[in-house]
């Protein structure tokens, strides 16, 4: 089953650097993305006994594929919640402003040497990492080409001994406005899971 899983990576990440990737671009709220991936791995913070907040404002949509864009919340959320310490916090931000939206997600990891750092998002680096024991080390890689065919950018922040932040950053849907501010659902996107 871990090969498939492998060998599935390597032919995406394949299809996304050579442009053979499709997508199907359609409006896209993070606001509301955001929050379905929050409760699908909320156990797994449980576990963790970790907390994950989260503050989102008024976001315009962008257009992008949701399948693809939720794999990248996905991503991130997971390595958060791995290389987070028990007992801690995720903060999860979606802000905007007329020509971006941007996505943080922060964790209260060690963090990672800058020279790893400046390479999280190239392909196998990850597996160089000490802190490192289950990954494959194409997750973020793949991660950064969706990012980028979306006319995004993606970038890391880590501290070395410190929390490590992602930011991404995806246009704004041409034409369109921000929205009022999301509304507190009584669901698992209460401000903390």
């Known amino acids: 089953m871990r090969l498939l899983q492998l060998f599935d990576k390597v032919m995406t990440l394949a299809a ?3 442009g053979e990737k499709t997508f199907r671009l359609e409006p896209t709220d ?12 909320g156990p797994r913070a449980l576990e963790k006994n970790l907390t994950i907040e989260h503050t989102f404002a008024s976001p315009g949509p962008i ?31 979606v802000s905007s402003d007329k020509r971006q939206v941007r996505l943080t997600m922060a964790d209260q990891g ?5 020279e790893l750092a400046a390479r999280a998002f190239e392909e196998f680096v990850s597996r160089d990492l ?20 979306h006319g995004g950018e993606i970038a890391l922040d880590s501290g070395g001994g410190a929390r490590t932040t992602v930011t991404v950053c995806l246009p704004c849907r041409p034409g369109a406005t921000a929205n009022p501010p999301a509304r507190a659902d009584p669901a698992p996107t209460d401000d903390a899971l």
């Not at 955001?34 to 699908?40: D, L, M, R, T, Y």
């Not at 919340?73 to 903060?91: Q, Y």
């Not at 060690?110 to 800058?114: A, D, E, Q, V």
Request: charged fraction near 15%; avoid cysteine.
């Open 16 to 18: 996304l650097k050579s």
């Open 30 to 41: 993070l606001r509301a993305l955001v929050p379905q991936v929050i409760a699908a791995l």
């Open 63 to 93: 257009n992008a594929d949701k399948a693809a864009m939720t794999s990248v919340v996905s991503t991130l959320l997971e390595n958060a919640i791995r290389f987070s310490p028990v007992n801690g916090s995720i903060l999860v931000g």
């Open 110 to 114: 060690k963090g990672m040497p800058p």
């Open 130 to 149: 000490n802190h490192q024991v289950d990954g494959d080390g194409l997750s973020l890689a793949i991660a950064r080409h969706i990012i980028l065919a």
